[in-house]
């Protein structure tokens, strides 16, 4: 699963690799569209919005089975000592992948810090 980071980077997942991405990084694409007032950046940021959609297709929805296992990986942010509304996006991003099967790939692993036991964090 490609997290947001890593689309806007525009990182090549490693080859021969399965990519998805969560239909919660498009909402983060979206939000990152409106969230500057220069009008050249947000048409830039709505393009490569379209274009990864276009590539990459449907997003894998943030579902009931995504919804279970966020408390499960919220409660191993908890146990490490941190706060899971800090990275809520991140880890409906990291439970989404978890009930589909998938690692994450992103550019901040810190984010996702403590979730390893259950989800396979990469880096490109």
Do not use: K
């Amino acid at each position: 699963m490609l997290d947001t980071s890593v689309l806007i980077a525009g990182d090549e997942p490693p080859a021969d690799t399965d990519v998805a991405v969560a239909s919660v990084s498009f909402a983060e694409l979206a939000f990152g569209v409106r969230a500057t007032a220069d009008t050249v950046q947000q048409a830039i940021r709505e393009a490569r919005l379209v274009r990864l959609a276009r590539e990459l297709g449907p997003g894998l929805p943030f579902d009931d089975d995504s919804a279970a296992a966020y408390g499960l990986l919220a409660g191993l942010v908890l146990a490490a000592g941190r706060n899971p509304r800090a990275r809520a996006m991140d880890l409906m991003i990291a439970a989404t992948a978890y009930a589909n099967g998938a690692a994450v790939l992103t550019r901040n692993p810190n984010d996702f810090a403590g979730l390893e036991p259950l989800v396979p964090i990469l880096t490109p």
